[in-house]
């Protein structure tokens, strides 16, 4: 593999100080409850107000703030992934009185959690697309609480008015001017002004994600999530244009995202490079996209697209892209195992996914691609067991389990598998 443009090596950073930060945050949350998040609002975001929840007529403003234009264009948004979130939720479904054996019978109830946090980013930009893609799925999946936090616009005492418009259409049921470390530490393990949750999922920065990662058990999580990616495999059919905007847009979520293109032809990893050159200066996001596209952008030239879907499956980025010819697209496509999302053909820009055709954008990042998906209507179900027997079926299988118990040597659970046969004679 020949790298055409290189890229700065990922590298555990030292968090020692991260965790203790985060750490102490949490603590702070546990111990001082509402006091400390109050405080936490006006250190870090020069936010006062006293009332942590958003209000039926904050949420209501807000609407008056949003055009019909932007309404609109939300509500088209939901109405997509909305769709796609009730045709997964079609293909997962109970299983009821499964016999093994005569007398046994199994099964499994689909259940949703009750009650889910859903952390929408605030930072420099609103993300209120986030707030769809979490809340959703949730209400699909039949989430009776639905709860959502996000940081106010720093020096003000609201969200912006796009995220809460996106929140109410998404359904979610609970607001909060909440953002940090402090928030994941709220929702789990509450205070008086808001009520734990049994899950929480969404993105954030490596504050956030560290909370995440120190409240989990306390709390579900979808999972830990790092920079924002996208891999793009290529060969000489490929649109250098198409693919330089597909980089660029990645890069300019933050200076730690990474664009990384695998190709074929050598000749387009040049092209690609000259354009991603002359896309930046007519980005606004140019200072935050260049500083990302210099350090971490990547082009490396494989030898052929075997070698190109290995790198990928070895890689497992958060977003993948397969720009080939389209008779090799099948065979592509069925060799990659290790993505978030994929998105097939050079028509397929991953922005489409992040805001609009209905799948999650809400993706595992660093590897983890390996081992999970993306944020799903399964993310906020639990498929839990049930089991029921006839008095022979018990018969029948107390003295397997009592030779079982007892070859490991736990007498306490043969007895309990022989008393009930001793019941019996």
Known sequence: MKELKSSKKRTEADRTALRQVVGDIIDRVIKD?????????????????????????????????????????????????????????????????????????????????????????????????????????????????????????????????????????????????????????????????????????GPGNHFVTEAKRQCYGKVGIDFVAGPSEVLVIADQTADPEVIAADLLAQSEHDKAAKGLVVTTDENLGKAILQAVNRQLPALDTEEIARSSWNDYGEILIADDL???????????????????????????????????????????????????SGTNHTLPTLGAARYTGGVWVGTFLKTCTYQSMSKQAMLDIAPLVSNLARGEGLTGHARAAEIRMEKEK
């Open 306 to 356: 075997s070698e190109a879907v290995n790198y990928a499956n070895d890689y497992a980025p958060e977003h993948l892209e397969v720009n080939v010819a389209e008779e090799k697209i099948d065979g592509v496509v069925a060799a990659l195992r290790n993505y978030g999302s994929l998105f097939i053909g050079g028509n397929t820009a991953e922005v489409f996914g992040d805001y609009a």
């Open 33 to 201: 409850g509402d006091a400390a998040l109050q405080e936490y609002n006006k250190q870090f975001d020069q936010c006062d107000r006293q009332a942590l929840r958003i209000s039926k007529q904050e949420i209501e403003e807000a609407y008056q703030q949003v055009s019909d234009e932007e309404l609109s264009d939300i509500k088209k948004a939901a109405a997509n992934i909305e769709a796609f979130a009730n045709a997964q939720k079609e293909t997962v479904g109970s299983l009821k009185d499964f016999s093994p054996s005569p007398g046994i019978k199994l099964g499994h109830r689909v259940i949703p959690v009750q009650s889910c946090c859903c952390y929408v980013p605030g930072g420099g930009y609103p993300l209120y697309s986030t707030a769809l893609m979490l809340g959703i799925p949730a209400r699909v999946a039949g989430v009776e609480r639905i709860t959502a936090c996000s940081p106010v616009i720093k020096g003000t005492t609201t969200i912006h008015p796009k995220t809460l418009v996106a929140m109410d259409v998404a359904g979610i049921n609970e607001i909060y001017a909440l953002g940090g470390a402090q928030a994941i530490a709220a929702f789990s393990y509450g205070t008086d002004q808001i009520k734990p949750v049994n899950m929480i999922v």
